[in-house]
């Protein structure tokens, strides 16, 4: 993926020339010529890198700079101010600002891209470091119910297995799998008390964990390297017929990733002791699934071909005695516990 550069400055010849120049080093360059436009490209674009432009005649770069980074989304941007004139106090405002640093005018073009190159493998490196302090906060949550320890791993290899069955690009196996391991990091934001409570949660707890979805895309929104699987943690509580949550989606609204990790996900949690109950074997698991999948939570097509990989029934006729509703007694609540 090519670095996505934002260049501010006022229209001109010479901002012409830095768009060219940088396209023709294989970055995607977009432009914004004054500050309103300058705010709203950030923010729907979320660059690798902002070249500020000191120009804009109804506000100061720095000040720009700092509307820029008052979106949360943007802390992890690289913004630079380029001023045509210093002044003493640039070190400071710079700072105060939030500027990731300040130049004068580059005495060529070359000079700007050795510079350019600099600030964003600086970025790289802030962004992989960032990721990796997330990974470790997703492991701390689930390591806070013993039971619970290593099912995002568990998670990822039967999701990552189903996605090869399904002839998933590369890159989208690799997305999955950093997804499996932090479809939950949301719930750092849950309490304790909540979170390890020795059985099913009443309606005013239960809304409280329907949080972590979001606050987990929040969480993982400013890093660039994740943006990709911020659909599947935030949806992947999101059911079939549209009764999930946050957002109610359905069907294919759900992306196919979700999908799979939701498949994945119910598996892992049915065949793992939990404090309100014992684990149920992979037979026992599978045939709640197909339940799911006739019910219209879950993706039936997806249901059938995990079955198929753990060489179980294949048949998803509903018939006989219903495990699904045994097994909840009839509680949606406890369903709500169980996949929560």
Same mark, same amino acid.
């Given at each position: ?53 000191? =120009? ?50 580059? =005495? ?122 911020? $659909? ?13 949550? $946050? ?10 990733? =979700? ?65 699904? =509703? ?15």
């Amino acid at each position: 993926m090519s670095p996505t550069i934002l260049l501010v400055d006022v229209a001109s010849s010479e901002r012409a020339n830095w768009k060219a120049f940088l396209q023709n080093q294989s970055y995607e360059v977009f432009m914004a010529g004054d500050a309103d436009t300058a705010l709203r490209e950030c923010h729907l674009l979320q660059p690798d890198l902002v070249l500020l432009h000191d =120009t804009l005649p109804e506000i100061d770069g720095f000040e720009l700079c700092r509307r820029l980074k008052e979106n949360p989304l943007n802390q992890l941007v690289p913004v630079v101010v380029i001023k045509l004139s210093s002044d003493p106090t640039d070190d400071s405002r710079g700072r105060d600002a939030g500027a990731a640093d300040f130049w004068g005018v580059c =005495t060529s073009l070359q000079e700007g891209l050795g510079r350019v190159q600099s600030i964003l493998r600086l970025k790289n490196y802030i962004d992989e470091q960032a990721k990796s302090v997330v990974l470790s906060l997703a492991r701390s949550v689930e390591a806070k119910h013993s039971l619970a320890e290593g099912h995002s791993e568990r998670l990822a290899e039967y999701a990552v297995r189903l996605g090869e069955s399904l002839d998933l690009e590369e890159q989208e196996l690799q997305d999955l799998q950093i997804a499996c391991l932090l479809h939950d990091i949301g719930k750092v934001g849950i309490p304790d008390s909540i979170l390890l409570k020795p059985g099913p949660l009443d309606a005013e707890e239960m809304e409280i964990v329907r949080q972590h979805p979001v606050i987990g895309e929040n969480i993982c929104a400013p890093l660039k390297s994740l943006r990709r699987i911020l $659909p599947v943690i935030r949806h992947h509580h999101e059911l079939m017929d549209g009764s999930g949550y $946050p957002d109610g989606l359905c069907g294919e609204q759900i992306s196919l990733q =979700t999908r799979v990790l939701q498949i994945a996900d119910i598996y892992d949690a049915l065949t793992t002791e939990r404090p309100y109950r014992i684990a149920l074997t992979s037979g026992e698991a599978l045939e709640i699934l197909r339940q799911e999948a006739m019910c219209g939570w879950i993706d039936i097509a997806l249901a059938r071909e995990f079955s198929r990989l753990h060489r179980f029934d294949e048949n998803f006729q509903s018939s006989g005695r219903s495990m699904l =509703t045994s097994y909840y007694g009839g509680a949606p609540s406890l369903r709500n516990a169980v996949f929560s």
